[in-house]
DNA sequence: ACTCATAACTCGTTAGGACGAGTGACGTCA
DNA sequence: TGACGTCACTCGTCCTAACGAGTTATGAGT
């Protein structure tokens, strides 16, 4: 029977004796918490508030709770997988994706044709509402289980000015890149990375547990002129995967970045 | 009072309904939804159940809630600010960082001496409980309020070995690169992101909304010989920062990356 | 017209109860 | 011995009830 005094509401404070024992290595990860009855007579409270002090806990993604056998303490293992964003070249000139390979087509892609939004308008630098082909890819690396969902869509404008697009544009990312390049194009990427929760279908497509976010990239491929030619979109749960990316250090002074 | 059937328990259908209404635009963002009293009614439910479906769609970051007011549609506005992971020169070899000048120290930086831990001692291909100068700075961006934590950790062993990290080792990082290459080593500059759900402390110095992730960078600073130098980390919201990279197409081919 | 107390709304917290559903151990029966 | 059903335990869902606390509009009083 711990004593809790401290701060604002009676859960917090059941919250934060829990997480307390947790840090303080108490409860040892993926060991089992007490029950929802235990924390009950142990804190002298009600089962809601005991449920609210662990679904915050659950929020914080510090515990894991199973239907039928109890709260487990979460392992803050490190991600399995690291994804290499760059882009190297054989001496051939042949383009490797770094991880390219371990990547397994989980289902079928599907390939249909939408329209730009005002956030893949702006990537595109396109206006809204123009004509795109689309594929979506659900892949999986059979090493880890680790799913993510890919996307690549390209503008019809482009597809008609560039041969090597419009034949396919459905092919996987490498292929296009090296039809690209053997068609003399110099080609130029950039990425920005964002996280957010994930909507319900992510979760279940990428099965995620709770209080997981999911990292999402973007990858514009340029012409030499600074043309968008493809926008690709990769949608990967944060717990099992981190980026790395090697910098840079060019020449030119910085431009400003600010938007 | 609509008629709600499908799948699960009652407050995911609540849910479910709900988040269609939002992302099909009936509620438009920045709208104020239904009070728990009228979706009670409108529902058919109890107040538990109601909150329980309202429980899931904080969750999901797609409403906010303000105690008295209501529950408002969050605005899934982009990031207000692209931190350019980039690391420039200008001209005549000074380092310049991209969006360097725009942070400002919101308080003293906070100096101190600790050891590695796993994490940090892998990225610093180092044993456990290595000592470790640390410098920690809380920085604001004052245009768009953004906050971010940085931390900077130097080895003593590499400080015992490199004069320009144990002159002071606290200073900022343009200043801390261009005193090593005046020393004349050849920096390299490789970095991991990652995501995951904020701790309370975190939580409340980056001032986070409900189910806000925090995106985590590692930068680790290599000399010429790839031996690390300095690891810095980087935690900001992710729902003001995203992080822009350029990727590099090297002539060399992949290395395997798994670990 | 202005000030300010009150009322009426909002969500937040806590309690108590009941039943459903998943899990695993135990014991019975074949 | 083995298969299987029961039971006790877990968390999940749903309800009623009451009060606290933040916000805003209303209206009375000055």
Same mark, same amino acid.
């Given at each position: ?5 401290? @701060? ?6 059941? !919250? ?12 040892? #990860? ?37 239907? =039928? ?18 882009? /190297?070249? *054989? @001496? ?5 994706? @770094? ?9 079928? #892609?599907? *390939? ?35 799913? !993510?969902?890919?996307?690549? %869509?390209? $503008?019809? !404008? ?15 990312? =490498?292929? %296009?890149?090296?039809?690209? *390049? ?7 990427? /950039? ?17 995620? $547990?709770?209080? *997981? ?14 043309? $968008?030619?493809? %926008?690709?979109?990769? +949608?990967? =749960? ?16 910085? +431009? =400003?970045?600010?938007?």
């Amino acid at each position: 029977m711990s004593e809790i005094q401290r @701060p604002g509401a009676l859960y917090q404070q059941v !919250a934060a004796a829990i997480r307390e024992a947790i840090l303080s290595g108490e409860f040892a #990860p993926d060991s089992l918490l007490p029950s929802e009855a235990q924390l009950m007579t142990r804190y002298g409270v009600s089962r809601p508030t005991v449920r609210n002090a662990i679904a915050a806990l659950r929020a914080e993604g510090l515990i894991d709770v199973r239907h =039928g056998k109890g709260s487990f303490v979460r392992s803050d293992g490190q991600p399995s997988l690291t994804i290499e964003r760059r882009i /190297s070249r *054989t @001496p051939d000139g042949k383009f490797v994706m @770094p991880n390219g390979d371990v990547w397994q087509e989980a289902e079928e #892609p599907h *390939t249909y044709r939408t329209h730009t939004t005002k956030a893949t308008g702006r990537l595109l630098q396109l206006g809204e509402e123009e004509a795109l082909f689309g594929c979506d890819r659900l892949l999986l690396d059979p090493g880890t289980g680790t799913r !993510a969902m890919h996307r690549t %869509l390209i $503008p019809f !404008a482009v597809a008609d000015v560039v041969p090597a697009l419009a034949e396919d544009p459905y092919k996987r990312s =490498g292929a %296009l890149y090296r039809q690209l *390049t053997e068609d003399g194009h110099k080609l130029t990427w /950039s990425e920005t990375v964002r996280a957010r929760m994930p909507l319900p279908d992510e979760r279940t497509t990428l099965q995620l $547990p709770d209080a *997981t976010p999911i990292l999402h990239l973007a990858r514009v491929t340029h012409d030499s002129d600074d043309r $968008p030619l493809i %926008l690709e979109e990769l +949608r990967i =749960g944060a717990d099992r995967a981190e980026l790395a990316y090697r910098i840079s250090a060019d020449k030119q002074p910085a +431009r =400003g970045t600010r938007h």
